[in-house]
């Protein structure tokens, strides 16, 4: 927890820590920065030995843990800055407020809505890209509008609409092609068409607020439609006639999916289940964090409708729940309290997410991968996000490479 002040380096050695490196733990352990890039790892037997240039900067971590940073792929907002404000500056803000949490890259997750708010949302994303001074934003993700009106959630009718070829491609031009991942009920009439035409834009395709029955989701699968947004939620239940779209995700192992770890959304306990049925790297967690996260001052607004705290946020005008107060941090501490280990933890905050959206530069500590890490103390809360090589503690930058 040393005060490293401002410093330009051409060259980090961060020692004396444990590295999670996505895959495995190393105890005892060095990571060397340079040029934004992860150079080498190794042991503190080699550091001892190793021969260094002399404008290396040593930080000593004490023993705490180094993590690949946490990618974020579901997130509508978070301390009064959200995606529904159609403009640059608060996606920027949100980039900002995300390293206190862990966060070097996110999703920024927009709500279907009638077709010019949706194109004047996507725009406002596109618009800040490129500009962060936080957390990197790595596209966009679009939760609609092609979903079920069965399963809307907080969504409302009147923002959905069948599916569009037309209305795909004006969305897709609005986002200057940063579209990166959408949800889709693979149940709806002309759901192949546009899952090919997704499949020749690279978009990763998400089942979510869907009524499918299992047949719909096997043949969703057959175009892709692989992962699964906020599992258990918004979606068809498992039955022992018709696993439905849940049991889809239980039976296939191919299939990956979103977890929200507040203790809410999902059980601890079906989170443990899940883990004993699935591939550990096809589990994502995500926060589906609203605006008001993190929001101290009222009323608590989100998607244009007031919503009120009670673990998680619910919609005031009928108690359903919203989404999400999480943080990323919380979701890892979260997953450890109920059981599941911190390198687990860390491959479904860091790596997973990395590998399901195609970042092949992040999620792992290893040579060659951006240096974008986070160090956790004994108590998992972020001492320091590292963005590219850029220190930042609680959500001010210290210092570059």
């Not at 709500?111 to 957390?135: H, L, Q, V």
């Not at 002309?190 to 899952?195: I, K, P, Q, W, Y």
């Amino acid at each position: 927890n040393q005060n490293l002040g401002m410093f330009m380096s051409s060259e980090i050695c961060l020692h004396n820590a444990t590295v999670l490196t996505g895959y495995s733990v190393m105890k005892n352990c060095a990571v060397l920065i340079k040029n934004y890039k992860i150079i080498d790892v190794f042991n503190e037997a080699r550091f001892a030995s190793k021969k260094f240039k002399d404008d290396v900067k040593f930080i000593d971590l004490q023993g705490a843990c180094i993590a690949p940073g946490f990618i974020d792929t579901h997130i509508h907002g978070i301390e009064g800055h959200g995606t529904d404000d159609q403009s640059p500056d608060s996606i920027l803000k949100m980039s900002e407020s995300l390293t206190k949490y862990g966060v070097t890259s996110f999703i920024p997750t927009l709500y279907s809505a009638p077709r010019d708010k949706m194109i004047k949302d996507i725009k406002s994303i596109t618009a800040a890209m490129g500009k962060e001074k936080g957390a990197k934003i790595l596209g966009i993700h679009l939760e609609g509008p092609f979903i079920s009106p069965e399963r809307l959630g907080v969504q409302t009718p009147d923002s959905l609409s069948p599916v569009d070829l037309k209305l795909m491609q004006e969305l897709w031009d609005a986002a200057e092609g940063k579209i990166i991942n959408m949800t889709v009920a693979p149940e709806l009439k002309g759901m192949r068409e546009l899952s090919l035409y997704c499949i020749g834009k690279g978009i990763v395709l998400q089942a979510g607020h869907t009524n499918a029955t299992y047949e719909q989701m096997v043949e969703g699968m057959q175009v892709r439609i692989l992962h699964v947004t906020h599992l258990f939620n918004a979606m068809s239940r498992m039955h022992h006639r018709d696993p439905n779209a849940v049991g889809a995700v239980f039976i296939h192992p191919e299939m990956s999916c979103e977890i929200i770890a507040d203790g809410i959304h999902i059980n601890p306990n079906l989170i443990k289940f899940l883990l004993r049925c699935k591939p550990i790297d096809k589990l994502v967690l995500v926060t589906d964090s609203l605006k008001p996260t993190k929001q101290t001052e009222h009323p608590l607004m989100a998607n244009g409708e007031e919503v009120y705290l009670d673990k998680c946020f619910y919609r005031k005008s009928d108690d359903v729940i919203a989404g999400s107060a999480l943080t990323m941090s919380d979701g890892v501490r979260n997953l450890v309290s109920f059981g599941i280990s911190l390198d687990q933890a860390v491959q479904m905050a860091s790596t997973n997410p990395a590998n399901i959206m195609r970042q092949e530069h992040l999620g792992l500590i290893a040579p060659g991968y951006d240096a974008d890490l986070v160090v956790l103390d004994q108590n998992l809360t972020p001492v320091y996000t590292i963005v590219k090589g850029e220190f930042f503690k609680e959500g001010k930058k210290l210092c570059a490479l």
